[in-house]
C-alpha cells in the first residue's frame, strides 16, 4: 500500500486537430505512403525460432514496386540504425512479415533466445517504380503517421513472449519493483497457482500481511500461449485499515515462466497504475 496519498488535481485539457484531405501526399507531390489493411500478429515467440509478426498493407499515391522491411532495437527515424530484413513485391495488398530468426539475426541476436518483454521496430519502406523511397526516414510523422484519417502503416512493433508454463509458475520470488510499496526491492514474497487453469494467485504478495487483509485472492489469468495476463477489474483485494484496495480497468501484464518473471501493471482505487516486477532468484 502507498505510504502516502497526495490529493490529485485533474486538468482537462482541449486537444485540436487537424484532420487532413486523403489527397495530402499528391498536393505535396511526395509520390506514395502504405496504408494498414489488417494486422495479423504482433507477438514473437521467444524460444521459437519460426515465430513471426505481421500485417497487411497496401498504398496511396504513385505506383509502388517493392517494399522494405527493417528492424531496430529501438523506435527512431534515424534509417542508419535500421537493419534490413527483406524486400517483398508489392502487388496491392501485401503481406509483410518479420520472424524470430529474421530479426535475431539482423539484429546480431540468438534466433530462438529472444528476451521476453523486448519489443523491436519494424519499419516498412515503399519503394516507388521511379526509385524514389519513402518511410518514417524522410516523412512527417507529425502530418502523416499521427494523423489517424491516413492509416500510415510505416512502423510497427514486435514484442516478445513465451509460452505459459503452469508446472514451474509457483514458488519464491523478489521483487523487483513494487510502485504500491507493499514489499522493497530485493524482499522475497510467495506466488501460488490459482484455482483454475492458468490462473496465478498474487494474494501472498498484495496485501502484505503487515499492511492489510486480503479480502478477495488476486488472481490472474496467463494466456498460455503468449504469457499475456488478463486481470479482472472490480475486485476488491485487499483491505488497508479500512481502504480497500480494488482493481480497476487499464491493467496488463506478462508472466513469463520461461524467464521466471511476472511483470504486471494494475490499476488500484484511483491511486492509478501500480507496476509490480517480480523473478525468480
Given amino acids: ?25 499528391d498536393e505535396l507531390g511526395k509520390g506514395s505512403y502504405l496504408t494498414l489493411v ?20 497496401s498504398s496511396y499515391g504513385e505506383p509502388v514496386e517493392s517494399i522494405n522491411v527493417y528492424a531496430s532495437a529501438t523506435a527512431t527515424v534515424d534509417k542508419t ?29 540468438t534466433p530462438g533466445a529472444l528476451d521476453p518483454g523486448s ?15 519513402f518511410s518514417s526516414a524522410n516523412t512527417s510523422d507529425v502530418d502523416l503517421e499521427n494523423q489517424g484519417p491516413f492509416n500510415a502503416a510505416f512502423h510497427w512493433t514486435a514484442t516478445v513472449v513465451c509460452p505459459y ?38 494474494s501472498k504478495v498484495w496485501p502484505n500481511p503487515a499492511f492489510g487483509n486480503v479480502v478477495n485472492p488476486l488472481t490472474l489469468t496467463v494466456d498460455p500461449a503468449t504469457g499475456v495476463v488478463s486481470i479482472p477489474t472490480g475486485v476488491t483485494f485487499g483491505n ?21 518473471q511476472i511483470n504486471v501493471r494494475i490499476n488500484i482505487s484511483g491511486q492509478g497504475i501500480n507496476q509490480l516486477i517480480l523473478k525468480k532468484p
Avoid at 494486422?39 to 509478426?53: E, K, M, R, T
Avoid at 530484413?85 to 496491392?92: D, Q, T
Fill in 81 to 109: 540504425k535500421w537493419k534490413l530484413l527483406k524486400n517483398i513485391p508489392f502487388n496491392g495488398e501485401t503481406t509483410l512479415s518479420a520472424t524470430n530468426n529474421e530479426i535475431a539475426t539482423a539484429l546480431g541476436l
Fill in 165 to 202: 508454463n503452469p508446472s514451474t509458475i509457483a514458488g519464491t520470488y523478489e521483487v523487483i519493483k513494487d510502485d504500491w510499496q507493499d514489499w522493497g526491492a530485493g524482499d522475497l514474497v510467495e506466488v501460488v497457482v490459482g484455482a483454475n487453469a492458468n490462473q496465478v494467485d498474487l
Fill in 119 to 133: 519489443v523491436y521496430h519494424i519499419y516498412n519502406e515503399a519503394v516507388l517504380k521511379d526509385g524514389r523511397k
Fill in 240 to 260: 488497508y485499515g479500512g481502504f480497500l484496495a480494488i482493481t480497476g480497468g487499464g491493467s496488463s501484464g506478462f508472466i513469463f515462466s520461461c524467464t521466471g
Fill in 38 to 57: 489488417r494486422s495479423i500478429n504482433g507477438l514473437l515467440n521467444a524460444v521459437d525460432p519460426a515465430s513471426s509478426v505481421g500485417q497487411i498493407v
Fill in 1 to 25: 500500500m502507498k505510504k502516502a496519498y497526495s490529493l490529485s488535481i485533474f486538468f482537462i485539457l482541449l486537444l485540436l486537430s487537424c484532420n487532413k484531405p486523403k489527397d495530402f501526399y
